[in-house]
């Protein structure tokens, strides 16, 4: 597989559940990304990671946890969402964070999880 | 006042036709300039990348950068059905503005009629 995979690709859950959406890249980068996309909005950025550590956190709610394992692999944990949380979450990478002081890294995006919560 | 602006569209034109698509910015610190393509369904693909200001082209599609004016363009010559998605521009400071954050807008929704 190649590129940057996330799964599941849709995912319904209810208001008390506990869910984990799953990224994946396969091009060796060192940052990877979580984006919520709702409709008719922007993309918005919630966390970074640059070589496992978080060095963004955008002012997201405390029921959305990511995890960073490793530099392949990026979690994001759900837990008593709300209904307006429903959107399409992206995963992205590059091969390092702007802050490293190389020159930009242009982002390579996941699929993305439909995510609606009921 | 946002940091990027996008018109969202839709916008629909016949295939052949030369489609324009624009975005404007308030930060003068944007160098960096990307337009992203999303198909319904899929997450966003990198379709063109500029520094600074000037033109880039790339087969049918031709990215122009006008920074005085704060305006970017990506114009799509001979358009075709498979160009129907929504088009994302994106831009990036320096590396010590607002941490580097890629900045979006909020997409033009592209359709082309056979």
């Known amino acids: 597989e190649t590129g940057v995979t996330q799964t599941p690709r849709h995912l319904v859950m209810g208001m008390t559940n506990k869910k984990s959406l799953k990224c994946e890249q396969h091009?060796?980068?060192?940052?990877m990304y979580w984006y919520k996309q709702s409709a008719k909005k922007p993309l918005e950025l919630m966390f970074v990671?640059?070589?496992?550590?978080?060095?963004e956190n955008n002012s997201v709610p405390s029921r959305f946890s990511p995890e960073c394992p490793n530099s392949s692999h990026l979690f994001l944990h759900l837990h008593t969402l709300q209904p307006e949380d429903s959107a399409l979450y992206l995963c992205?990478?590059?091969?390092?964070?702007?802050?490293?002081?190389?020159?930009?890294?242009?982002?390579?995006f996941g699929p993305g999880t439909r995510l609606t919560v009921l | 006042q946002k940091e990027v602006e996008q018109d969202p569209g839709p916008l629909s034109v016949p295939e052949g036709a030369i489609v324009s698509l624009n975005c404007t910015y308030s930060?003068?610190?944007?160098?960096?300039f990307m337009w992203y393509r999303q198909y319904s369904r899929k997450g966003p693909e990198l379709l063109m990348y500029?520094?600074?200001?000037g033109n880039k082209e790339d087969g049918r599609f031709t990215a122009q950068v006008d920074k005085s004016s704060k305006y970017i363009s990506l114009f799509i010559r001979d358009s075709q059905p498979s160009d129907s998605a929504t088009y994302l521009c994106?831009?990036?400071?320096?590396?010590?503005?607002?941490?580097?954050?890629?900045?979006f807008g909020q997409g033009t929704e592209l359709s082309v009629k056979p």
């Open positions: 992205a990478s590059s091969q390092d964070h702007p802050l490293s002081g190389t020159s930009t890294d242009t982002q390579y």
């Open positions: 091009l060796g980068h060192n940052a």
């Open positions: 990671y640059s070589l496992e550590e978080r060095v």
């Open positions: 930060n003068s610190a944007f160098q960096y």
């Open positions: 500029t520094y600074s200001s």
């Open positions: 994106a831009m990036i400071g320096g590396f010590y503005d607002q941490g580097g954050k890629l900045i």
